[in-house]
C-alpha cells in the first residue's frame, strides 16, 4: 500500500504542478477561451486606439500579428476572478495589488507622442484606427477621472513617458496612495490584507507581535 | 530564549551548585565545545528559522507600509484609532472610495468600461466584503450544512452523530479546502471542471489517506498541543466557573 501510496505522490506533485499549470495556461475551456477573445479584443482596441509604439511599450515585445499577442499575455485574465495577475513583475511575490492597469496608463500617455500611421498598420486589417479626436476624447475622459502621475512608482513602471502632459509630478503620500488604490486588480487579496491589518491593531503592533514571537 | 535554555542547560554544573557563592564557580567554560549533537543541531535550525522569520519580517514592512498608507490617507483613520475603531466604519469608509476604482466604480460610460476589459463592475459592499474574507469558511460550513461530508465514527456506541473537532478542522482544511483553492485564495479554476471528476476525486481520496496517516503519527503531539492552546485560553473561565459552584454549596 505504501508503495502504491509512493507512486500515486510521485505523481501527485506532477498533479499538483498541472493543477497550477491549467491555471496559468490560456488554452482552456470555452468560457476561458472567451476570455481570451476579449483580450484579444482588447488590445486591438488599445493598438489601434493609442498607436503603441513598439520600441517603448512592453506589450509590443512579441512584434508579431495580434494573434501572437494574446499567446504570451493570454496568461493575464482581466477580472479578478481566477488566479492573480501574471505580468512578469518584480514585486509579484511580495505585492498583490501590482498595478497591471499601470500599462494602460502610460499608454495612454503615449498617446500624445505617437500618432504614427505606421504603427497603427499593426493593428490588423479589421480595425481601422480611430481618428485622432476619438483618441483625445477617450483621454480627456480617463484623465479627468483620475489624476495621473507619469513618475510616481518608479520602480513599477517599466517606461517612462516624457510626455508634456498637464499632470503635476508630485511625490504627495496620499496621491501615491490613491495611486495605488485606483489599479487595485485582486481584490480579493486586498481586502484580505486590509483586514489582517484592521486584526492587527496597526502597523507597529503586528511588527511587534512578530518580533517577539521570534524569541 | 534560545541563548538562556542553552545557558541554563549545558553551561551550569548542578552539582556544584550547593557549594558556590557566584556564578563564576558554576559555569562551565567553553561550554560550547562540549554540547552534544542533538541540541547543536536544534541551535542550527533555530538560527535558520530565525533568519528566516526576520527576512519574512523585512519584506512584509513594505506591504504593511503600503497598508498603513492607505488607511492613513484614503480611509482617515490615524494610527491611534486602529486599536479601537470598528469593522463597521472601515467598510463605511471603504465603501465611499469605490469610484475611484475602476473595477468598482459606477459611473464609468460603457465605452471606457469596454476599453478597461472588465465586463461588470464589482461589487464592493458589506456583504461582499464578508463574503470575499470568508470565502473559504464559507465552503466548509455549507458541505457540512449540506451533508456532504459524513463525520460520524464507526462505533457502535456513537454512530449517527457527527464529532467535529479542532484538529479535525485542520484535516478537512487540509484535505479539501487546500485543493479547492489557489495560493491566492480564490476557486481555483480547475477544481471546477466537470471532466475531471474523476482524476479529482482519487486525488481527493489519496490526500485523505495522507492526512489520515499523518493524524496517526502527530497525535501526541497535537493532543498536547490543543490541550495546552485550550487551557491557556480558558484559563479565566475555569476558574470562575470553580468559585460559581463553591459559592453553591
Known amino acids: 500500500m505504501f508503495s502504491r501510496l509512493g507512486a500515486n505522490i510521485a505523481t501527485g506533485r506532477s498533479f499538483y504542478e ?16 472567451l476570455d481570451e477573445d476579449n483580450l484579444r479584443h482588447q488590445f486591438s482596441d488599445d493598438e489601434a486606439a493609442i498607436g503603441l509604439n513598439p520600441s517603448d511599450s512592453r506589450l509590443t515585445v512579441a512584434s508579431g500579428p495580434i494573434g501572437g499577442h494574446a499567446r504570451p499575455l493570454g496568461n493575464l485574465q482581466p477580472s479578478g476572478d481566477s488566479g492573480g495577475s501574471k505580468w512578469p513583475h518584480p514585486d509579484d511575490d511580495f505585492d498583490n495589488d501590482v498595478p497591471t492597469s499601470l500599462l494602460i496608463e502610460p499608454n495612454i500617455s503615449t498617446n500624445k507622442k505617437s500618432h504614427d500611421p505606421n504603427n ?18 477617450m483621454w480627456n475622459a480617463a484623465a479627468a ?3 495621473l502621475h ?15 502632459l498637464t499632470s503635476v509630478k508630485t511625490n504627495n503620500a496620499r496621491d501615491k496612495a490613491m495611486w495605488r488604490w485606483v489599479n487595485v486588480t485582486n481584490l480579493d487579496s486586498f481586502v484580505r490584507d486590509v483586514y489582517n491589518y484592521y486584526e492587527g491593531g496597526g502597523l507597529w503592533v503586528i511588527q511587534s507581535t512578530n518580533a517577539l514571537q521570534l524569541l | 530564549m534560545a541563548v538562556l535554555l542553552t545557558f541554563l542547560c549545558q553551561c551550569v554544573d548542578y552539582s556544584k551548585l550547593p557549594h558556590s557563592k557566584s556564578l563564576d564557580q558554576v559555569t562551565v567554560p567553553q561550554c560550547t565545545r562540549n554540547m552534544s549533537t542533538v541540541w547543536n543541531i536544534g541551535i542550527w535550525f533555530y538560527s535558520f528559522y530565525f533568519i528566516w522569520k526576520s527576512v519574512q519580517l523585512f519584506f512584509e514592512m513594505r506591504r504593511l507600509l503600503q497598508i498603513r498608507d492607505f488607511f492613513v490617507h484614503l480611509l482617515d483613520i490615524p494610527e491611534q484609532d486602529m486599536q479601537t475603531i470598528s469593522w463597521q466604519d472601515v467598510v463605511a469608509r471603504l465603501m465611499a472610495l469605490r469610484d475611484h476604482n475602476p473595477k468598482t466604480a459606477a459611473n464609468i460610460p460603457a465605452k471606457l468600461r469596454g476599453f478597461l476589459g472588465s465586463q461588470s463592475k464589482e461589487r464592493l459592499d458589506a456583504h461582499d466584503i464578508a463574503n470575499r474574507l470568508m470565502r473559504q469558511d464559507n465552503y466548509l460550513i455549507a458541505l457540512i450544512n449540506k451533508d456532504v461530508l459524513d463525520l460520524s465514527l464507526p462505533l457502535p456506541f456513537l454512530r449517527n452523530r457527527q464529532l467535529l473537532s479542532t484538529t479535525m478542522v485542520w484535516y478537512l482544511q487540509y484535505s479539501i479546502l487546500d485543493m479547492a483553492f489557489n495560493r491566492l485564495g480564490q476557486v481555483s479554476q480547475d477544481f471546477l471542471r466537470a471532466d475531471r471528476r474523476g482524476i479529482l476525486s482519487q486525488k481527493l481520496r489519496q490526500r485523505f489517506i495522507f492526512a489520515g496517516i499523518m493524524n496517526l503519527m502527530l497525535t501526541p503531539f497535537v493532543l498536547a498541543y490543543v490541550v495546552v492552546v485550550s487551557f491557556f485560553t480558558y484559563y479565566n473561565v475555569r476558574f470562575t466557573v470553580f468559585t460559581i459552584s463553591c459559592l453553591f454549596h
Open chain 1, 120 to 137: 497603427l498598420s499593426h493593428a490588423g486589417p479589421s480595425r481601422p484606427g480611430p481618428t485622432a479626436q476619438q483618441t483625445q476624447e
Open chain 1, 150 to 164: 507619469t513618475n510616481d512608482a518608479g520602480d513599477r513602471v517599466r517606461d517612462r513617458p516624457r510626455s508634456v
Open chain 1, 145 to 147: 477621472r483620475q489624476p
Open chain 1, 18 to 33: 498541472e493543477l497550477r499549470d491549467r491555471e496559468d495556461d490560456p488554452d482552456r475551456d470555452d468560457v476561458l477561451r
